[in-house]
């Protein structure tokens, strides 16, 4: 059970290009989704936060126009990074959250973006 | 802020015990993780203590948690070149659901 599926798993596209990430719950009901990004080498950094039906919050530095986060449904988020550039070239991962209680993350197994 | 620390490397031979540690600062943590990180993937979650508990054993991993020195260590038994991973450590404070990541401990298992 808890299984987060994530698509693309990698993409590579020209610069200029924007690029949309589908993070879903499959078996379970996420009101709480998570978006990161990896640097190579490094820890997981917290882009923003997704909840259900209302808007993201970002954390500090993370520029909320150039990473659009909208989740639509309780088992369906997506991250659109908008006019994509060599710098946007990342690891991004989502996790899910079901439920409201202390439940765990869950997360996806990664998109890997290049941008040329 | 919060701050979440691991060594970053760990080598072991194949069968012997892996004891990967992490030390954190955030003293109103909930719940402490271990996922494990293949390469080219997302995160798979392995175990997780809730901080009232001391110790959790579940199959070959056991986690030790020292709230006093804010400290938490995963054992593995038996480790198997199936374990070589990077393995992160990551806490969750009252009140909030995102989770604070260490560094992450690349463990290499050797034959």
């Known amino acids: 059970g808890a299984v987060v599926s994530q698509h693309p798993s990698w993409v590579i596209c020209k610069s200029g290009t924007s690029v949309k990430i589908e993070c879903r719950s499959l078996d379970f009901q996420a009101t709480t989704m998570f978006w990161y990004r990896q640097f190579p080498k490094q820890s997981l950094m917290l882009m923003a936060t997704?909840?259900?039906?209302?808007?993201?919050?970002?954390e500090q530095g993370v520029e909320k126009d150039k990473f659009l986060i909208n989740h639509a449904s309780l088992t369906l988020s997506t991250l659109t990074v908008t006019s994509a550039h060599p710098e946007d070239s990342s690891f991004y991962i989502c996790?899910?959250?079901?439920?409201?209680?202390?439940?765990?993350?869950?997360f996806g197994d990664g998109t890997r973006l290049s941008i040329l | 802020g919060e701050d979440v620390e691991q060594s970053l490397f760990l080598s072991v031979r194949e069968g012997d015990s892996s004891v990967i540690n992490c030390t954190y600062t955030d003293s109103s943590s909930t719940y402490l993780y271990w996922y494990k990180q293949e390469p080219g993937a997302g995160l798979q979650l392995l175990t997780y203590i809730f901080s009232n508990m001391d110790m959790k054993q579940d199959q070959r991993l056991t986690v030790l948690l020292n709230k006093k020195d804010k400290h938490l260590s995963l054992r593995i038994a038996d480790t198997q070149t199936g374990d070589s991973a990077i393995y992160f450590c990551?806490?969750?404070?009252?009140?909030?659901?995102?989770?604070?990541f260490g560094s992450g401990t690349r463990l290499q298992v050797q034959p």
């Open positions: 997704s909840n259900e039906g209302s808007k993201a919050t970002y």
């Open positions: 996790s899910a959250i079901a439920g409201e209680g202390n439940q765990p993350q869950h």
């Open positions: 990551a806490e969750r404070g009252t009140g909030r659901r995102a989770l604070t």
